[in-house]
C-alpha cells in the first residue's frame, strides 16, 4: 500500500513538472512573439522614416527658408551663366555696388507729379553711373515705374535710370543748378550719353555716340 502511495505521487509530481514546463514554454514563445512584432514593427518605421523609428519632419518654416535659399541660388546661377554680349558697343558690365557709395537719398523730388521720381546725390571722381545702375536699380527702385535721378556734383552730371522693355535705359546729362530739389528743371541739361543695361547680366550697350 505504501509502494502504492509513492507511485501516485512519483506520477502527480511528473505530471505538475510537465504542466509547468509546457506553461514556460509557452510565456516564452508568447514572449518571442512580441519580440519578433517589435522588431517587424521598428523596421517598418525606420523604412518609412529613415533611420532609428523617428520622422524626419520639415516645419513649414525650415521649409519655406529652403525655398527662399534655393530661388536665390537659382537666379544667381542664372546671372552667371548668361552669356555676355559682344559687339563694338559692348562697353563693359554693371557688377558695382552702389551701395558701397556715400551719397544723399531723397525718396521723393518736389513737382514731381508721378510721385514716382527718386533721387541720389553724390560727390565722386572717376565715377560711370552705367557701372552701378544694375545696383542702383536692385536696392533704390520701389517698382518697374521709378525714375531714379543720380546726380555728381564733382563731375556736373546727372543721369537718369528707368526701365524701359525688360532692362535699364540709361541718360546722361549736364547738370543744372539744384535740379536735383526740382523735377521741373531735373534733366533740362545739355543731353550726352544713352546706354542700354541689360538686366539678366550687366551687360552695358552704349545707345548713343560722343558728339
Known sequence: MKKKYLIIGAVVVVLLGYGLLANSSKDDSQETGKA??????????????GGGGTANLATPETEEKDKETEQAGTEKQTEETVEHRTGDNIVGISDKDMTEVYSTKYDSVRND???????????????????????????????????LAVINL?????????????????SQYEY?????HDAKIMFSGTHLLDYIVYIDNGDIEKVTEED
Open 154 to 170: 564733382t563731375t556736373k552730371t546727372s543721369a537718369s535710370i528707368s526701365k524701359v522693355a525688360g532692362n535699364l535705359y540709361v
Open 36 to 49: 519578433t512584432e517589435q522588431v517587424a514593427q521598428n523596421t517598418e518605421n525606420e523604412q518609412k522614416f
Open 113 to 147: 507729379v508721378t510721385e514716382k521720381w527718386k533721387c541720389l546725390v553724390i560727390a565722386e571722381n572717376n565715377f560711370d553711373i552705367t557701372e552701378y545702375a544694375l545696383s542702383c536699380y536692385k536696392n533704390y527702385f520701389d517698382s518697374d515705374e521709378t525714375i
Open 176 to 180: 543744372v543748378d539744384g535740379e536735383e
